[in-house]
């Protein structure tokens, strides 16, 4: 089994909820992390519909757990009403518990008592090349970090049904589409934007509905985890610069089997695509995993598109940016790559600014960092450009 980097350390003396995409590993890190927790599995379908018939039924149980046990509910957003006993019991029997399921818009949007910021927020992502031996850099792009989909040859049935159940489960259970249809072909031109910034009209045209639909669309995306968007810098010292956010799928695979673009092939424009949502996405877990609210991933483009920067790691307290990241899928970085990394540098002189790219070896050009994407990222994760995150 492979070990993940989130240990979920808070729970000695929090409370937390877990979220995650479906198949991301919550399930299988609770059990492996807190082997002796007492746990309720909400996809069995006898213990779900025993607490949507009594609530009060897991009160009566934990009443009977020693001040300070923990609680595991799996799959939380199935009774939103247990989050009422979950609050009583964390109140006068403090209790802890670990509340893991793969979209709070359900509990939202069923008026669910969310414990008022009496338990933490934490989220799984899918694997990260730090959490496996003997990384692929080609494999991870082909087949995404999903661990099902990751650790077999072809997974291309695998995700196929991965879509088709969260459109099953997650989208038709919550009632929030009435034309699955409309939403399918609406998941297939949104990855046509993946990495792009969205342009809602354009995306309501081809889909046959309004702008308001396709706004909520990526709001259903958002909040069911499968995709998020990427902000933008908008601290204009001298170039104006663009707004609007990028979106990504939450995982490398989806766009690409939406599009049927897979085997990708090293040198194609979509095979440079990938990379960058790849890297972004390791990135992304990156700081939830280490620094939680203290960092914050942006990109930064200029009004007139002339420069651009796939990402930027800022400090939340300072707003000042401490590495920009350019992603590369050239063989052989050249100056002209180099543009939007100087042009940012001009007003942040400060900043760490590195290439990734498929070189072979590591190398300095204009005062830049060119790195192999596959060297990079080990010393990400082992802390050499931010403070380590054995905490987590």
């Given amino acids: 089994m492979l070990e993940r980097i989130l240990k979920l350390k808070e729970i000695e003396e929090d409370s937390l909820f877990l979220w995650g995409s479906r198949q991301t590993g919550k399930s299988t890190l609770l059990k492996a992390l807190f082997p002796k927790a007492r746990l309720y599995d909400l996809l069995m379908t006898d213990i779900r519909m025993a607490f949507q018939l009594r609530p009060a039924l897991l009160r009566e149980e934990c009443e009977l757990l020693n001040e300070g046990e923990l609680v595991i509910i799996d799959e939380v957003q199935k009774v939103p009403a247990l989050l009422d006993e979950v609050h009583w019991l964390m109140e006068n029997r403090r209790l802890r518990f670990i509340l893991s399921g793969s979209s709070a818009r359900k509990l939202r949007r069923s008026g669910a008592n969310l414990l008022g910021g009496r338990a933490l927020r934490r989220a799984l992502f899918p694997l990260v090349s730090a959490e496996i031996p003997d990384f692929n850099l080609n494999r991870a792009l082909n087949n995404g970090m999903l661990p099902r989909h990751y650790l077999v040859t072809d997974p291309s049935k695998r995700i196929q049904a991965y879509i088709g159940d969260y459109l099953q489960q997650e989208i038709v259970e919550e009632a929030v589409v009435r034309q699955l249809d409309v939403f399918t072909r609406f998941l297939q031109v949104a990855a046509l934007s993946n990495t792009e910034i969205v342009n809602f009209t354009n995306i309501a045209q ?126 052989e970085v050249t100056s002209s790559d180099t543009k939007g990394l100087k042009a940012f540098s001009e007003e942040h002189p400060n900043t760490t600014l590195i290439i990734l790219s498929m070189e072979e070896r590591p190398r300095m050009l204009n005062g830049i960092e060119i790195w192999p994407v596959t060297q990079f990222l080990p010393r990400l994760w082992a802390g050499k450009y931010m403070k380590s995150f054995s905490s987590v």
């Fill in 206 to 331: 081809d889909c046959g509905v309004s702008s308001k639909t396709v706004k909520e669309y990526f709001s259903i995306l958002e909040e069911t985890m499968l995709g998020f968007y990427l902000p933008a810098y908008t601290k204009v010292v001298k170039r104006r610069l663009i707004q609007s956010p990028k979106f990504y799928y939450f995982d490398v695979a989806i766009p690409n089997h939406l599009l049927h673009r897979c085997p990708l092939q090293p040198g194609t424009d979509f095979y440079g695509h990938a990379l960058e949502h790849f890297v972004i996405q390791e990135l992304r877990a990156y700081l939830s995993y280490t620094f939680d609210e203290d960092k914050k991933l942006t990109y930064w483009r200029t009004l007139d598109n002339k420069y651009e920067v796939d990402a930027l790691i800022c400090n939340t307290d300072t707003n000042q940016v401490e590495m920009a990241i350019e992603v590369k899928s050239a063989s």
